[in-house]
């Protein structure tokens, strides 16, 4: 069974940084792809990006390209989301998932929120203006 914590939430002023982590449990994580999303009050959830297997390869949506950046550390079993010059619409509830798609090119970045097995609990990002 995997378990996949997020840490790292807060309040932030628009401009700011932040960085999320998110450590999982069992021996699955170097061989997973790992993804980020984020759900709004009143919104469907939405990906934000997501890292290959290899940590080479990573994709991002529209919306964060350039400002975000995904890393994995395997020896900590742990992926980051990096979090530059925020906004208030980036005000969310973060969560980070993985991949069991163990099959996959160790290219391959899961884009998919149905490609994603395990999910973290959540944590709360929230930008003021």
């Known amino acids: 069974q995997v378990q996949l914590v997020e840490s790292g939430g807060g309040l932030v002023q628009a401009g700011d940084s932040l960085r999320l982590s998110c450590a999982a449990s069992?021996?699955?994580?170097?061989?997973?792809?790992m993804g980020w999303f984020r759900q709004a009050p009143g919104k469907e959830r939405e990906v934000v990006g997501g890292?290959?297997?290899?940590?080479?390869?990573?994709a991002y949506a529209d919306s964060v390209k350039g400002r975000f950046t995904i890393s994995r550390d395997d020896a900590k079993n742990t992926v980051y989301l990096q979090m530059n010059s925020l906004k208030p619409r980036d005000a969310a509830v973060y969560f980070c998932?993985?991949?069991?798609?163990?099959?996959?090119?160790?290219?391959?970045?899961?884009?998919?929120?149905?490609?994603?097995?395990?999910w973290g609990q959540g944590t709360q990002v929230t930008v003021s203006s």
């Open positions: 890292i290959s297997k290899n940590g080479i390869s990573t």
């Open positions: 069992g021996r699955t994580f170097s061989r997973s792809a």
């Open positions: 998932a993985l991949s069991t798609r163990y099959s996959r090119s160790s290219y391959y970045v899961e884009r998919d929120r149905s490609s994603y097995d395990y």
